[in-house]
């Protein structure tokens, strides 16, 4: 384990959803995470601004977008988070489309269980891990 926490972002309506995962993740033994609870996608994007997540699980039922939607609208600026989406009721033709296009990294079905859950994070913080590494040699080639 490393001294960083990993920033993790959960965002859905439902606050027993985000207490729920919130318990599960900050309660395993895969990472230390600082984990910010958000219940729209516009409070997210305010946020996004003041603290960049390594990781984002997102609902795909959103007020007034989806969760796709929103993974779309924020992977220019911010192409190295790790993007989760979460639903019980998801159009698998725009998921499959959003998964191709690296929109989405991984899907969980609701209902989910601690397991599917620890499970994809682990893959996750693989995926940021490698992130990290990339994120540097980019700035690092910036300068020439």
Do not use: H, W
């Not at 207490?19 to 033994?29: C, G, P």
């Not at 603290?51 to 007020?63: A, F, G, R, S, V």
């Not at 924020?74 to 998801?90: A, C, Q, R």
């Amino acid at each position: 384990m490393s001294e960083k926490k990993i920033r993790l972002m959960i965002i859905d309506d439902e606050p027993q959803i985000r207490k729920v995962l919130s318990y599960i993740i900050l309660n395993s033994e895969i990472e230390k995470f600082e984990i910010i609870e958000i219940e729209t996608a516009e409070d997210a994007l305010r946020m996004l601004k003041v603290k960049e997540p390594d990781i984002i699980i997102c609902d795909y039922l959103l007020e007034n977008t989806s969760g796709i939607d929103f993974f779309k609208k924020i992977s220019v600026d911010y192409p190295f988070v790790v993007k989760i989406l979460i639903s019980g009721n998801v159009n698998y033709g725009e998921l499959r489309d959003a998964v191709l296009r690296g929109a989405v990294f991984k899907f969980l079905s609701k209902p989910f269980n601690e397991e599917e859950i620890l499970s994809v994070l682990k893959e996750a913080v693989i995926k940021v891990r490698d992130n990290y590494q990339k994120k540097d040699l980019a700035e690092r080639l910036k300068d020439f």
